[in-house]
C-alpha cells in the first residue's frame, strides 16, 4: 500500500521560502507524476507542479517561476520550493501521486500541510 | 491554461436523491477528466478518472460521463456520507488545473 508522508514548516514570514517534502513508502518510485498541490482557505484546489523520478519537472505558470520541485531517489522523497511567499500563499498543502493506470489522476495523497504566511 | 468550470457552485439534496454536476472545459480534453470528492479537513480523495471510469473502492452510485468539453458526476441514491465538496480536474495537459468545486449540502 503506497504511502506519502509530508512535512515541512508551517509558519512563515513574507518573503521567506516554503520548503515542504514528501516521504513515498510501500511502492515503486518510477514511473509516475509526483505532485504538488494546494488548498487555500475555503478555496478550491491549485496544482503546483509535477516532477517524474528523472528530475523532469511541470510547474503552474500562474506561481509565476517561484517555484522548484525537485526528487531524491535514493531516499523515495521530493521536495517544494515556493520563494518570495506572500499571504497569498497561505494554504494547506499536499502532495500526491499520479498515476499512468489513471490517466495521471491523483490515487494517492499525502495528509497535506497547513502553511500560513503571517508577519 | 485550460479552464474547468464546475455547475452548480452548491447544491442542496436529501438523502435518496439523485444528482448530477457538470464541469467544463475551456477546450477539449478528450476524457483526461477527474472528479474527486473531499470532506472537510480531509483529504481529496479520487472518485472517477478518464471521464468515466469509477477508482478502486469507490461505490457504484457514482458515475461519470462526457467527452470534449462537458463532463457530469452523477450520485444516485444519496447516502449521508457523500455529503461533500466535489472538485473535477483535467489531466489532458499541464497545467492540470481543477473546477472551483461543488459543495453539496444536506437539504
Known amino acids: 500500500q503506497v504511502q506519502l508522508q509530508q512535512w515541512g514548516a508551517g509558519l512563515l514570514k513574507p518573503s521567506e521560502t516554503l520548503s515542504l517534502t514528501c516521504a513515498v513508502s510501500g511502492g515503486s518510485f518510477s514511473g509516475y507524476y509526483w505532485n504538488w498541490i494546494r488548498q487555500p482557505p475555503g478555496k478550491g484546489l491549485e496544482w503546483i507542479g509535477d516532477?517524474?523520478?528523472?528530475?523532469?519537472?511541470n510547474d503552474n505558470p500562474s506561481l509565476q517561476s517561484r517555484v522548484t520541485i525537485s526528487v531524491d531517489t535514493s531516499t523515495g522523497q521530493f521536495s517544494l520550493k515556493l520563494n518570495s511567499v506572500t499571504a497569498a500563499d497561505t494554504a494547506v498543502y499536499f502532495c500526491?501521486?499520479?498515476?499512468?493506470?489513471?490517466?495521471?489522476?491523483?490515487?494517492?495523497w499525502g495528509q497535506g500541510t497547513t502553511v500560513t504566511v503571517s508577519s | 491554461d485550460i479552464q474547468m468550470t464546475q455547475s452548480p457552485s452548491s447544491l442542496s439534496a436529501s438523502v435518496g436523491d439523485r444528482v448530477t454536476i457538470t464541469c467544463r472545459a475551456s477546450?477539449?480534453?478528450?476524457?483526461?477528466l477527474n472528479w474527486y470528492q473531499q470532506k472537510p479537513g480531509q483529504v481529496p480523495k479520487l472518485l472517477i478518472f478518464d471521464g468515466s471510469t469509477l477508482h478502486s473502492g469507490v461505490a457504484s452510485r457514482f458515475s461519470g460521463s462526457g467527452s470534449g468539453t462537458e463532463f457530469t458526476l452523477t450520485i444516485n441514491s444519496l447516502q449521508p456520507e457523500d455529503f461533500a465538496t466535489y472538485s473535477c480536474?483535467?489531466?489532458?495537459?499541464?497545467?492540470?488545473?481543477f473546477g472551483q468545486g461543488t459543495k453539496l449540502e444536506i437539504k
Open positions: 500526491a501521486r499520479g498515476s499512468p493506470a489513471t490517466g495521471d489522476a491523483m490515487d494517492v
Open positions: 477546450r477539449s480534453i478528450r476524457t483526461y
Open positions: 480536474q483535467q489531466t489532458y495537459s499541464t497545467p492540470r488545473t
Open positions: 516532477i517524474t523520478h528523472t528530475g523532469s519537472t
